[in-house]
């Protein structure tokens, strides 16, 4: 269901203005932001690097992080696995001729775009306050702002604060918050346990306003889980400007959604991936998540606004201006797992000023990104009723029309793996052990599948968009979950219920479901049709069990790096164990060439121009594990 502001009134006012090519992705040959701009189209129209030439590609420079030479001096950090990063998962910016990074320890460093040598880097100290929430040691980036006089560098992470960074010098604001750092564990009205709240993303900046989400531990206690509320701060003083509650308080929209003190004490409903902004409406464009616990929700009765929904607030006061709930209610992990994609499309003859929302269920929802109304019809179709006790689940859940799915969801004996009869009757016998159906089938008593999984479909590296063409490009895996759900100790207790989420294998270690496993796909967003769709990888072509059967490409199964674009070429990594980045003609999909990479690659790769060449940069590296963390640098000769 869907719920429109009165804002929406004011807000429509610049209709009247038809609208241009106003998201132009990274310019000048720069990147100024994580999706190199605001709207994240994660787009370049830079083409030194082309389809001619992308096979003499080399390395031109790695870097090494600076947390190496903390873990060198520190036997305590080095030897503790809980030290190291989920992932290197860093996407840098690169600003007036400086590359900049951030480390999974918290530091941030300042490199040479041609040659990769460190000019400075600054040590916060942050670990020192212990292991942060839900993935530990791991950042994705930082956010850049300037009025053309001063700039600053904006990083949220360890447990948990917002700092303010002099990019000429390295060193920390002393104007900002306390010596350069605002306490995010304050100011959200209860008192925050530092070991279950983080910040797993980065800031993003509209005007003079720096908004920052949170993550925090799934599956805790909902008494204890942080709110996830999002907040405004002064860029220049760090004093928080607006609050915007995504658990309604008394008296503000959406909290009849709840019971009557659910938000006294329900946690979660945070924003842990990335936010858009547009900078031309003074918006930014929340993607917030589900609320905690993920699978259960019989203390929180109701559709549950805002979690799983796309809010629409003025950038400048915090204010609502339109918000769309994709999942009412949910019991299944759907936060939406990316930024929003803020296109210039033109629908019916129509311009029109839009923003896609992509999401685990393989569903991408396009609206009007000024009033929020859906670009094609949305239809609220029936879904099967929770069987838990206390649970009450949503009678109905929404399905956009266009564009089509870009991948298949649900679990049904048709979605099983039939390449023998003998793997399919495998597939069958062990599928039966199981409560699954179509999408929203609700978690039941005891075992359950659930398809796509709590890691999609997509994930937070996001979709790219291309606005010289209109086209959308999302790349995704099959993932699924297995969920279990335990009975209540007595009948009046329903936080004994506690479901246990794990990973499952199919017949004989290979997939439980039919290919692709990994893909990408294409979509023409101005007709809302798909254009392409590609496996990415070989998939387990070379199992026993397949040897003699034609198959052609199945998608390997593992989560896939993030987009990037460029005026001719997509270049994307693939996953923890394959290790390459493989390189797309865009109007095709067919693979042009690929890259083996020494380490894991689980990032988004940024695109700019430093003297005289084209480079394409991206992380690799971390994890338990031990792989050094790295930036590598790839060039022409």
């Known amino acids: 269901m869907k719920f429109l502001s009165l804002l929406c009134l004011c807000a429509s006012l610049v209709c009247f203005n ?13 990147w100024h932001s994580y999706g190199g701009d605001g709207a994240h189209s994660k787009y370049s129209p830079l083409d030194q690097i082309n389809a001619d030439n992308v096979q003499r590609l080399q390395v031109a420079w790695t870097w090494n992080s600076v947390d190496e030479q903390i873990r060198d001096a520190n036997e305590a950090i080095r030897q503790r696995g809980s030290f190291r990063s989920y992932a290197y998962e860093v996407t ?81 604001d002393p104007n900002f918050g306390h010596g350069g750092r605002v306490d995010l564990k304050r100011g959200l009205g209860r008192t925050i346990d530092p070991a279950l709240y983080a910040v797993s993303s980065p800031p993003v900046v509209a005007g003079d306003v720096v908004i920052v989400g949170s993550a925090m531990t799934e599956g805790t206690d909902y008494r204890e889980a942080p709110p996830g509320h999002v907040r405004g701060f002064d860029v220049r003083t760090g004093e928080m400007r607006w609050i915007f ?15 009557e003190d659910a938000w006294r004490y329900t946690g979660g409903a945070n924003v842990w991936t990335h936010m858009s902004v547009d900078a031309e409406l003074g918006m930014v464009y929340l993607p917030v998540g589900t609320t905690v616990p993920d699978y259960y929700g019989g203390h929180r009765r109701g559709d549950n606004l805002f979690a799983n929904s ?9 204010e609502r201006v339109w918000h769309y709930q994709m999942v009412h209610h949910s019991v299944w992990d759907y936060d939406p797992p990316a930024a929003p994609n803020l296109i210039d499309i033109v629908v019916d003859g129509r311009p029109i000023k839009a923003v896609a929302q992509i999401t685990k269920q393989g569903f991408t929802f396009v609206f009007d990104r000024v009033t929020g109304e859906p670009v094609w019809p949305i239809e609220e179709r029936a879904v099967p009723a929770s ?21 298949a969801n649900g679990a049904t004996e048709d979605d099983l793996i039939d390449f023998t009869p003998a793997l399919r ?37 996001g979709a790219a968009f291309d606005p010289e063409t209109q086209r959308l490009y999302v790349p995704s895996w099959a993932h699924f979950s297995t969920v279990n759900i335990q009975a209540p100790e007595t009948p009046d207790s329903d936080l004994s219920i506690r479901p246990r989420v794990r ?6 270690g290979l997939p439980l479901f039919k290919p692709p496993y990994s893909q990408l796909v294409a979509f023409d967003m101005n007709a809302g049709d798909k254009l392409w769709h590609i496996p990415v990888g070989s998939g387990p072509a070379d199992h026993p069990a397949l040897q003699g059967l034609e198959l052609g490409p199945m998608g390997n199964y593992e989560k896939l790096g993030g987009p990037l674009l460029t005026k001719t070429l997509l270049f994307i990594g693939q996953g923890f164990e394959t290790n390459r980045l493989g390189v797309y003609d865009k109007d095709s999909g067919e693979e042009l ?30 994890g338990v594990g031990g792989e050094p963390e790295q930036l590598m640098a790839l060039a022409l000769p």
């Open 425 to 461: 009757q495998e597939a069958l016998e062990i599928f039966s052990q199981y409560t699954a159906g179509p999408l929203y089938t609700p978690p039941a008593p005891g075992d359950n599948i659930i398809r796509p999984g709590w890691s999609g479909g997509a994930n937070w590296w």
């Open 503 to 508: 990973d499952l294998a199919g017949p004989q």
């Open 593 to 622: 060439w690929w890259l083996q990479l020494p380490a894991r690659f689980h990032a988004a790769p940024i695109t700019y121009m430093a003297g005289g060449k084209q480079f394409i940069v991206f992380a690799l590296g971390g």
């Open 245 to 259: 509650h995504t658990i309604p308080q008394p008296g503000e929209f959406g909290y009849d959604s709840w019971p």
């Open 92 to 172: 840098p910016l690169m600003i007036n001729g400086v590359l900049y990074t951030t480390t999974s320890l918290g530091q941030i460093a300042a490199i040479d775009p041609v040659t990769g040598a460190t000019r400075w880097s600054f040590d916060p100290v942050l670990y020192l306050d212990g292991r942060p929430a839900v993935h530990g040691f791991m950042t994705r980036g930082l956010a850049y702002w300037s009025d053309g006089e001063e700039e600053r560098l904006l990083y949220a992470g360890g447990r948990t604060y917002l700092l303010s960074i002099d990019p000429s010098t390295g060193r920390p």
């Open 18 to 30: 038809p609208p241009g090519l106003a998201q132009t992705g990274a310019i000048d040959g720069q």
């Open 310 to 318: 796309l809010v629409a607030l003025n950038a400048a006061t915090g």
């Open 387 to 407: 069987t838990v006790v206390g649970e009450v689940t949503a009678p109905t859940q929404p399905f956009p029309s266009k564009p089509p799915l870009f991948l």
